[in-house]
């Protein structure tokens, strides 16, 4: 096993066996801030940055709003590890919610990709370069949909008519055989132009979490 340091909240661990990734697994624990993504052997441990986690918990409470406004059932499994030791793939996203396989899994507790469906949908914030391509891990596990929010990306288009604010970009890919390929529209939220988040949590940034959310509810309701 090798070790190197890519930058202060990265660790990359290369030449791991399956058993390795497990047993570290254990001996992380589940109370802990890294998450981890493996793939043939290497596998790299992230410590996210407090702007990293503003931007995961307010998508995710845009995506949850968004989906009780629609009066959509679903499911929220946070940074669930996800693995399939045959495919030598596992990570653990910024967030994953289950749609259309919410009834599938309701009240289930223990998760095997092996039998039980993957999520519906998982979110990456990418705040940060990641050494591991988790489009390749995701799709070994076959996740159809994902989301990836990317705040060095800047002047997304606002909601705004005519004004401009310093926001990032969400991007959404679904899956296409064995890799994903960048669309216009969500399969999870097909009415929404969900390019609209990031202005819409910019603009209501300074104003509180439920000034965002009220204005995230009256969007849905506008453009469903």
Not at 19 to 27: A, K, P, S, V
Not at 167 to 192: A, M, W
Request: one cysteine or more; aromatic letters at 10%; charged letters at 25%.
């Amino acid at each position: 096993m090798s070790t190197a340091l890519s930058q202060a909240n990265r660790v990359l661990l290369h030449n791991l066996s399956w058993q390795q990734f497990e047993n570290l697994l254990l001996d992380l624990g589940n109370s802990r801030a890294a998450r981890v993504a493996y793939e043939d052997g290497t596998l790299e441990i992230m410590t996210p940055l407090p702007e990293h986690e503003y931007y995961k918990e307010a998508i995710s409470i845009v995506i949850q709003d968004i989906a009780e406004t629609l009066e959509i059932d679903y499911e929220c499994l946070g940074s669930t590890t996800w693995k399939r030791e045959r495919y030598l793939a596992g990570v653990e996203p910024d967030n994953c919610f289950y749609f259309q396989n919410e009834a599938a899994i309701r009240g289930k507790l223990d998760f095997n990709l092996e039998q039980d469906p993957p999520p519906d949908l998982a979110l990456e914030i990418d705040l940060t370069n990641k050494s591991l391509d988790r489009f390749s891990i995701y799709a070994r596990l076959g996740v159809p949909e994902i989301w990836c929010y990317d705040q060095r990306s800047k002047q997304a288009p606002s909601v705004q008519e005519g004004a401009c604010f310093d926001s990032g970009v969400l991007t959404i890919y679904q899956r296409q055989g064995e890799t994903y390929q960048n669309v216009e529209i969500s399969g999870i939220f097909p009415s929404l132009p969900i390019q609209d988040i990031p202005a819409l949590l910019e603009r209501y940034r300074g104003e509180g979490r439920r000034s965002l959310r009220r204005a995230i509810r009256e969007w849905t309701i506008a453009h469903r």
